[in-house]
C-alpha cells in the first residue's frame, strides 16, 4: 500500500470520525434542549460536555478495549474502566456547575431541565461511549475472524501442498516398479525371440503414453483406467501362456465418472507377482463395477500363505495414496486365507463427469 493510499485512507477515517462527533452534538443538543428554549444555553453546554464524552470514548475504544479486555485481562480491564468512570463522573459534575455558574448565573431555573439531573447528563454521555465501544468490539470481532479464516486456509493449502507432494512421491515410486515388472517381461520375450514381441511392444508403448501423459493428473476417466488394465493383463497374457485363467469382468461402469490415475493397477499387478500356481495354473478374477455412486473393485488369486509377503512398494503405497486422497471415503479389505488371496477396494462419491 503507498503512501497516498495511506493518507486517502487516513482523510476518509478523520472526515468520518468528524461526521459522527456532528451527529453526537445533534444529538446532545436535541437530547438537553428537551423542555428548553434557551438554544444558547443548549449548544453551549453540548460543547463543554463533547470534549469529556470525546475523551471517555477514545479511552475506551483505543486502550481499554485492545489492551485488556481484547487480551482477556480482565482485572486491568476492569480496574482502569473504574478510574474512567470516576474521573469522566468528576468532569460531568464540573460541567453541570459550568451550566450553572457560568451559562445560567446561577439562576437555576434557566438551567435546561435535563442539565440539571447528573443520572441525565451521565446517561448522555456513558450511552455514546457504549454505542462507540460495541461497534469497536463488532469490528474487531470481524477482523479476528478474517484473520481466523486466512490462517486456516494458508494451513489447508500447506497441507495441500505437502499432500501432492507425498502423493508426488508415492507416484515416483510406483511408475519405476510398475515398468521394472513389465520390461523385465519384455526382456524375457525378446531373448525367445517370441513372435508376441511386436505386439508385446505396442501394448508397453500404450502403458508407457498413459504413465507419462495420464497419471500426472489429478483424475481421469474410469475408462481409461478400465484400458490401461486390459493392456497390462494382455501383456501378462502373453507372458503366462496357458498357466494363466483370469477373468476381467466389467459391470455397470459408467465412463462420466472419474478416478485418481493408477489407483487399480496395483493390486492387478500384485496379483501376478505374487501370485501362485495352483496345479500349474494362476487363477485371477477381477471384477469392477458401480454401485450408485461408489465403485466397488474385487480381485482374488491362488496364493500360497506361506510364500506371500502382502507388504511390498507397490500395496503399501496404493494404502498411502487411498488414504491421501479419499480418505473416509474409501474401504479396503485384504485377505490371505485358503490359498486365495483377495483384495475388496470400495470408493464412494466418485466424481461424476
Known sequence: MNKATLYIKLFGRIILHILFWCGV???YTYFFGYGSTNLDYVLRFSLFLLPITIATTYFSV???IPSYLIKKKYFQFILYS???IIISSYLIVISIFYG???LSKFKYDEMAPISQNLF???L??????IIASTVKLFKLHLKNTKNTNLLETKILETQLKLKEQELHYLKMQIHPHFLFNTLNTLYGFALKKADETPEMIIKLSNLLDYLLYQSDKPFVALSEEINHIEDYIALEKMRFNDSLDISFQVNNSSKDYKIAPMLLIPFVENSFKHGTLSEGILHIDIELYIE?????FYIENTSSKKEFNPIGIGLENIKKRLQLLYGNRHQLHINNDNNTFSVHLQIDNLIHG
Not at 448522555?124 to 461511549?129: A, D, E, F, H, K
Not at 450408485?292 to 466397488?296: A, E, K, R, Y
Request: charged content about 10%.
Open 82 to 84: 473504574g478510574y474512567t
Open 25 to 27: 452534538l445533534l444529538f
Open 124 to 129: 448522555g454521555v456513558y450511552i455514546v461511549t
Open 292 to 296: 450408485d455412486t461408489s465403485l466397488h
Open 62 to 64: 483505543y486502550k481499554l
Open 120 to 122: 441525565f447528563v451521565m
Open 100 to 102: 450553572l455558574i457560568f
